[in-house]
């Protein structure tokens, strides 16, 4: 079966960075995704992950361990525009997401 | 260049009514995702279109949901009849699936469904 872990909320102060991790199980794993979905909109694409290691997008970067199953969304110099949930989703050979449940990050001054 | 397009936004219904919600893929694209979203139970796919032919339409929960992908720009997911547990956003996205391994699913703006 498929299975998507992360946190459920998480809060962090305005200028500093914060760490989202995700952790999944799942058969015939192409790559992983990251959406951003403000409060009463749609998912927007963040990243996307098919090998292991960092990739680097402004402030923004997203981390890959295909061995061990586990993925980060990293979020430097934070703004209060920030606040939203973060979704992983697995993408499979089927061409298909699978979605973790979201982090909900609410951004403080 | 236009996103995926959703009718409606927004969807008040009474129990035992048919609903159809609409979607119209960004241009070019060839893949087509329903999807529901509910506090309780997240983002879950419930059918997949490739080149307008279902590919798997596991997640659809029951007999009561319907969709179809007569032409590369138009989908529908009917409810017939809703129930108060239908109560969710949903929402369409499309991708091209080109083989490069990407295949980066758009989403539309969702449409707001509430059975009473």
């Known amino acids: 079966g498929q299975n998507i872990d992360q946190p459920t909320e998480m809060t962090a102060t305005e200028g500093a960075i914060v760490q989202i991790n995700c952790t999944y199980q799942?058969?015939?794993?192409?790559?992983l995704f990251w959406y951003q979905q403000h409060a009463g909109e749609a998912p927007t694409f963040l990243s996307y992950?098919?090998?292991?290691g960092l990739e680097e997008k402004g402030r923004f970067s997203s981390f890959l361990s295909r061995s061990k199953g586990y993925s980060y969304l990293l979020l430097k110099e934070l703004q209060m525009k920030d606040s939203a949930s973060y979704l992983c989703?697995?993408?499979?050979?089927?061409?298909?997401?699978?979605f973790g449940g979201g982090t909900r990050l609410m951004v403080k001054p | 260049d236009a996103g995926v397009i959703q009718s409606p936004r927004h969807e008040v219904t009474e129990m035992g009514q048919e609903v159809t919600l609409r979607c119209k893929p960004i241009?070019?694209?060839?893949?087509l995702f329903w999807y529901r979203q509910t506090m309780m139970r997240g983002l879950e796919l419930l059918i997949y279109?490739?080149?307008?032919?279902?590919?798997?339409d596991s997640g659809m929960p029951e007999d009561r949901f319907s969709a179809k992908m007569p032409n590369a720009s138009f989908s529908t997911l009917k409810i017939q009849p809703s129930e108060p547990r239908d109560s969710a956003v949903y929402f369409c996205?499309?991708?091209?699936?080109?083989?490069?391994?990407?295949?980066?699913?758009?989403f539309g703006p969702g449409t707001r469904l509430l059975v009473l």
């Open positions: 996205a499309s991708s091209l699936l080109a083989g490069d391994g990407q295949e980066t699913q758009y």
């Open positions: 799942t058969s015939g794993f192409n790559g």
């Open positions: 992950n098919v090998l292991d």
């Open positions: 989703a697995a993408h499979n050979a089927g061409n298909m997401l699978t």
């Open positions: 241009s070019g694209h060839n893949s």
């Open positions: 279109f490739n080149n307008n032919v279902p590919i798997d």
